[in-house]
Each structure stands twice: as C-alpha cells, then as structure tokens.
C-alpha cells in the first residue's frame, strides 16, 4: 500500500491509527477530521487504504464506509465501538467493509492491515487480468466488425476475411486490431 486516508474526529484516534500504517510501511498518510472533507478529496485522489474511526463529525461513518468501498478500489477499514461491532459488521461484510471494535488491539490491527495489503495485492492482479480480457474482448469485436464489412462488401468468406486482415496484420507488422480499425474506416464512412 503507497496511499491511505485516515478519517477520524479524535487525534488520538488519527495517531494511533498513522503509527499502524507506519509500522506496516505505508509510505504517504493523509488525515482528515470529516466524512465532508474525505469525500471531496476522494473525489480528486486516489488512496490504497481508508481507515475510519467512528463515529465522526458528520455522521457515523458506516454508511461512508459503504460508499467508499463501492465507489473506489480503495480497501476500507471502520473502527466502531464494541457495542455497534456486531450490527455494523454485518451491515458492512457485503459491501467488503473491513470492521474492527474497540478498544484496538496492536498485534490484531497490525495484522488486519497485512492482511489488507495481501487482499489488494490479489485485487489489484484480478483487477489487472479482467482489463487485459475485456480489450482482448474489445479487439476480438473490432475485428469480427472488420470481417463482416469484408464478407459484405468484397464477398470474402469468413475464413478469407480472416487471412486477409491477419496478411494485413503481418506485412505491416501491425496489430491485428490496427488493421480491422482501418478497414472500418474504409467501409463504414
């Protein structure tokens, strides 16, 4: 993790929460004192990890949690009291909301954090993968565009349509996507 986000109205809470990130090696903290403030940074920025020490100044900072969590790929802690614990992790577990009570333990935060960071890191790799499939997706699209306009407009058999643009593809030592693209503007303007 390079980037996190404390949220917390109690500086003794930001503190103990910036020495944890510390001693797992997260390199840039940022605190702020309210959901108000984090949302408009959030907005800008891009974190790792955002810890949350409720309740805040603004609101109680579960239902800011369960934000954060969907609208960013940020991994989200929420520090509760141990009366809310129960109730609020169940509430937060769907959303992928980390729950932790009060009073926190060092050794279990420590290893929630590692945890964490072993959790983004396959996320972030699943993330990766999925981009890379949905462009294979794209090209197989474009190029299956391609075919067609060739099939209909040079009466090519779908077999010859492929040779044709991988042929393309080789002689010009292009992508296979790069051809089919400029067969679309071709045929289709």
């Not at 369960?66 to 520090?79: K, N």
């Amino acid at each position: 993790m390079e980037r996190a986000l404390i949220v917390s109205s109690s500086d003794k809470g930001a503190a103990f929460i910036s020495e944890m990130l510390d001693a797992v090696s997260v390199r840039e903290v940022t605190t702020l004192k309210s959901c108000g403030e984090a949302r408009l940074l959030l907005s800008e920025e891009d974190f790792d990890l955002v810890a949350v020490n409720a309740p805040l100044r603004d609101e109680s900072g579960e239902r800011f949690s369960r934000h954060i969590a969907a609208q960013s790929a940020a991994l989200v802690i929420l520090i509760v009291d141990s009366e809310f614990f129960d109730a609020v992790s169940a509430a937060c577990e769907e959303d992928g909301v980390l729950t932790v009570s009060k009073p926190v333990n060092r050794t279990v935060f420590r290893s929630l954090l590692r945890l964490a960071r072993s959790t983004q890191s396959r996320v972030k790799k699943i993330r990766e993968e999925n981009g890379r499939l949905k462009q294979k997706i794209e090209d197989i699209r474009v190029i299956d565009r391609a075919k067609c306009l060739l099939i209909s407009y040079l009466n090519m058999s779908e077999q010859e349509a492929h040779r044709y643009i991988e042929k393309q593809a080789m002689d010009l030592r292009q992508p296979r996507r790069a051809v089919a693209e400029g067969i679309l503007k071709t045929y289709e303007n």
